[in-house]
């Protein structure tokens, strides 16, 4: 029986790697460092933590990403085991001594009986006679696998470069100030005319949150970034805002075809937040991808009227990536739809975070070692942070405005506490309430789906 071909000794493609070894399958995995360096790894470890050191918060119970944690530990993550076995004093987060990590993930694949390792460049896609390949490359993957990529997408299906915009949580929104409209009342695809969701601004505000953003502290471009021009259609907010005083209020927040309910008025500009989710539970704000540090947007979209309270799923962000338009390309089980043969794992799928991209490499993994098995590996259920996760990717998200994302509870499907019996109307559960109820369904989904029999006391 032919190996599993694994591309790319990161997170994902060395959790790849240990999930289809530990199935039974034998996995070839290739690396193309110290053959051919990156601008950003220092080392020819695998599992290299190029940025920080945090695998962010380690509380399954309030977090959702403590949550994926807790279910990658459930499943044996190899990650995570040498996550755990190198931690560092870090509060509530999980931080690692990221040479340590690295060690021991190579040491761990190194030695296992089913892995080969092997160091070299691959330049392009494998044909299916090859057998099954997970491609794991990253954000920094290669120029010439790179292009063979988009010669299998599509120019539309690849992108070398983040430009995100922010995603609020829409139970956050406070609609005694927004409204539901599309502009001029258009009728959109499923036949609304109400697909946005509407903030508005006098001249006072407008003018107030231009000075802002322009004061407003900006990241800077990693090493490797600074070569990556700005395209014209994605600019940084703050950078339009530079251009003039007015230039967001004909652009991005032009208030044209638009009409407070509230007041019977046209504002003076308005934020847009269009849907980003299947499950209408996340809203992306239209044109606002930025270059501000995360402390600064939070501080400063909240005087956004109607965001005071605003809670956060991805705030934005722009630097260079790699990752493939995986809801118009991936199926259910992460598998190219034109190209079955080859799936795709980690940060080139558009999830971000170590971990995240990690949990799609053991996905991945156990998919492919059980399709090479001739086993049923159906995917984890919606309920799970996994499953969650997958269902974003492959098809939860708009394909239209796809860009990368952390795991977070808005992925979920929503929880109903019953029916208010005063109103007949479902009553539903919020706050910390519900990420812990959340937290608990997804766990007891996940031990069904590794078929763990509960522990008891």
Not at 108 to 123: D, F, M, Q, S
Not at 183 to 210: S, W
Not at 228 to 250: D, I, K, N, Q
Request: with cysteine; charged share 20%; aromatic share 6%.
């Amino acid at each position: 029986m032919r190996p599993i071909h694994i591309i790319g000794g990161g997170l994902a493609g060395s959790e790849a790697t240990f999930q289809a070894a530990e199935a039974g399958a034998d996995v070839v995995l290739h690396e193309m460092r110290p053959i051919r360096p990156t601008f950003a790894h220092q080392t020819e470890g695998l599992a290299e933590l190029v940025c920080s050191n945090s695998f962010r918060s380690d509380d399954w119970l309030n977090n959702a990403v403590g949550l994926l944690h807790e279910e990658m530990r459930r499943a044996d993550s190899l990650i995570m085991r040498s996550a755990d076995a190198h931690k560092l004093p870090a509060g509530g987060a999980l931080a690692v001594d990221r040479h340590g990590f690295s060690e021991a993930v190579t040491a761990a694949l190194e030695a296992h009986p089913r892995v080969t390792i092997r160091r070299g460049e691959i330049t392009e896609l494998p044909p299916p006679e090859d057998g099954l390949c997970i491609v794991a490359t990253g954000p920094l993957t290669s120029e010439a696998l790179g292009q063979s990529i988009l010669q299998a997408t599509g120019e539309n299906a690849l992108a070398f470069f983040d430009a995100i915009a922010p995603i609020v949580h829409r139970a956050s929104i406070n609609f005694d100030i927004a409204w539901m409209q599309s502009r001029y009342d258009k009728e959109g695809p499923g036949g609304g005319t109400a697909d946005y969701i509407n903030l508005p601004m006098d001249e006072a505000q407008y003018r107030d949150f231009v000075a802002a953003l322009l004061a407003g502290d900006k990241g800077d471009w990693k090493e490797w970034e600074k070569t990556t021009p700005y395209f014209e259609a994605c600019l940084p907010v703050e950078v339009m805002a530079e251009r003039g005083l007015e230039t967001l209020s004909f652009g991005p927040m032009k208030p044209v075809g638009l009409r407070d309910p509230h007041r019977d008025t046209q504002p003076y500009a308005v934020v847009q937040l269009r849907q980003d989710n299947a499950l209408g539970t996340l809203w992306n704000m239209v044109g606002f991808q930025t270059k501000l540090k995360h402390g600064e947007q939070v501080r400063i979209f909240r005087t956004i009227p109607g965001l005071e309270n605003a809670e956060f799923a991805r705030l934005g962000g722009m630097h260079r990536n790699t990752f493939i338009n995986s809801p118009r390309l991936l199926d259910g089980q992460l598998r190219m739809k034109s190209r079955p043969h080859l799936r795709f794992a980690g940060q080139v799928t558009g999830v971000e975070g170590y971990v995240e991209s990690a949990a799609i490499g053991l996905l991945a993994g156990r998919l492919a070692a059980a399709e090479q098995l001739g086993r049923v590996q159906e995917p984890p259920p919606a309920t799970t942070a996994f499953g969650a996760l997958l269902s974003h990717i492959t098809g939860g998200a708009d394909a239209k405005t796809f860009q990368p994302m952390n795991v977070n509870f808005g992925l979920f499907p929503d929880l109903e506490a019953g029916t208010n019996p005063r109103t007949g109307k479902p009553m539903k559960i919020k706050g910390g309430d519900r990420k812990q109820a959340m937290a608990k369904r997804a766990l007891e989904a996940l031990d069904t789906w590794l078929e763990i029999k509960p522990v008891t006391a």
